[in-house]
């Protein structure tokens, strides 16, 4: 989640949107080549890492018209480099979690999958107050 308090970074806007979409293809393509050799993955993997990418997109598109960042573990202005690595290792970690447990305790994979979709589905949307 970010705020509107900021001047702008130093790099240009569309040179960071490139940037994070690179990274977002990045982020996606293993995730889905990497799933698709193990298992069929929930839908809601899949929404999930859809709200991650957003989130992403909207977070650097705030960064770069002078908002901060609220998550204290990246800081107040990270760099768009940080906020593509946090994300994807957020991604890993994500599909990690669902694949576990669908080996180990398949009765949690709906709960963890609908608790997560919920944190960042509220987060996409309290980011959208600041990108539209």
């Known amino acids: 989640m970010t705020d509107l308090r900021r001047p702008s970074n130093t790099l240009t806007g569309d040179k960071k949107m490139f940037k994070a979409v690179i990274g977002l293809l990045l982020m996606l393509t293993p995730i889905t080549a990497y799933a698709a050799d193990i298992k069929e993955l929930p839908k809601e993997e899949y929404v999930f890492q ?39 290792a ?16 398949p009765k949690y994979v709906k709960t963890w999958q609908l608790i997560s979709i919920g944190m960042m589905g509220t987060v996409v949307v309290l980011n959208a107050r600041y990108t539209f």
Do not use: C, W
């Not at 901060?68 to 480099?81: D, F, K, V």
């Not at 957020?90 to 305790?105: E, F, S």
């Open 90 to 105: 957020n991604a890993a970690a994500h599909l990690a979690v669902t694949m576990y447990l669908m080996d180990h305790h």
């Open 50 to 88: 859809a709200l991650n990418a957003i989130d992403t997109i909207q977070t650097v598109h705030i960064l770069n018209n002078g908002g901060r960042e609220l998550n204290p573990i990246l800081g107040s202005y990270p760099s768009t480099e940080k906020i593509i690595a946090f994300k994807t």
